[in-house]
């Protein structure tokens, strides 16, 4: 399918493109050459057709129904677009660096308007965690620093102080891009400590991506008959291939290993 050149720019961040291809509208960075950063469906603009957000939304699987949700990156805003029609009720906070790119994809890819239940804050996400008095149900981190996660990200203090943001029955969901094997090994074994072993990561077909969730609680039943049970109706509710997104995570996680 052809594509169409909507808008070509430079923040003060990044060099950006946004094209028209059908009935989606896609971002990518210019450092990112060809990568797509986010798509959004101008007729279904809730739907995620990025897998690597797809997969990321399976902490959805393990958790109990969020009330609030804070998201550090919002790009092109594809999760927003996701939290807000699948989770009414939840009060939405959303931490991006770039406010230039925030503006762009309110005018260009539909990106909601702030407002009681959505509230967005221009500031970099390393520095509001550390500040943050708030408690989430829900965190997803999905921030990057040129085409990796920032480094920061896996040092055991930033660890904390997500953790720290967290409801007694919440949960952190990574979307991480790691340069070294070892980063990502070093960071792991931390996060398990910091988790008491309540952790799971998994890989998506065709993305380089690494996905982690930490749990800030012990679920109540561990079982592959429970989570299989729960992955049908959530995955019909959220519209999310959850039983493909659990048979990844027992391909890559040891069984009685903590969540699982």
């Given amino acids: ?26 971002l990518r960075f210019d450092r990112d050459g060809e990568a797509i950063q986010s798509s959004i469906d101008e007729s ?6 990025m897998v690597n957000l797809r997969y990321l939304m399976g902490i959805l699987m393990f958790i109990p129904e969020p009330r609030s949700i804070l998201l550090l990156g919002v790009g092109g805003g594809a999760l927003i677009h996701f939290l807000r029609h699948h989770l009414p009720q939840a009060h939405i906070t959303g931490v991006e660096y770039d406010v230039e ?12 308007s702030a407002d009681e239940r959505l509230l967005y804050v221009i500031e970099d996400a390393r520095e509001y965690i550390r500040r943050c008095q708030q408690r989430f149900d829900l965190i997803v981190c999905d921030i990057f620093s040129g085409p990796y996660s920032p480094p920061w990200l896996f040092n055991r203090d930033s660890i904390e102080a997500l ?21 990502f090994s070093n960071f ?9 072993r309540q952790t799971l990561s998994l890989e998506v077909d065709d993305y380089q991506n690494l996905l982690v969730y930490a749990l800030n609680f012990t679920p ?28 990844s995570i027992y391909n890559i996680n040891p069984v009685a290993s903590g969540v699982i």
């Fill in 188 to 196: 792991y074994r931390q996060l398990r400590q910091a988790y008491q």
């Fill in 163 to 183: 953790r720290n943001c967290l409801s007694g029955h919440g949960a952190v969901a990574y979307n991480l891009l790691v340069r070294k094997e070892k980063t």
């Fill in 101 to 112: 790119l925030l503006e762009l994809a309110q005018q260009h890819l539909h990106l909601p």
């Fill in 44 to 49: 279904q603009p809730q739907q995620l057709h």
């Fill in 1 to 26: 399918m052809s594509r169409r050149l909507l808008l070509q720019t430079q923040t003060r961040l990044t060099g950006l493109r946004i094209e028209q291809q059908g009935d989606k509208r896609l």
């Fill in 220 to 247: 109540e039943k561990t079982d592959m008959a429970h989570w299989m049970q729960r992955a049908q109706p959530l995955g019909e509710q959220f519209g999310l291939p959850f039983s493909d997104i659990l048979a």
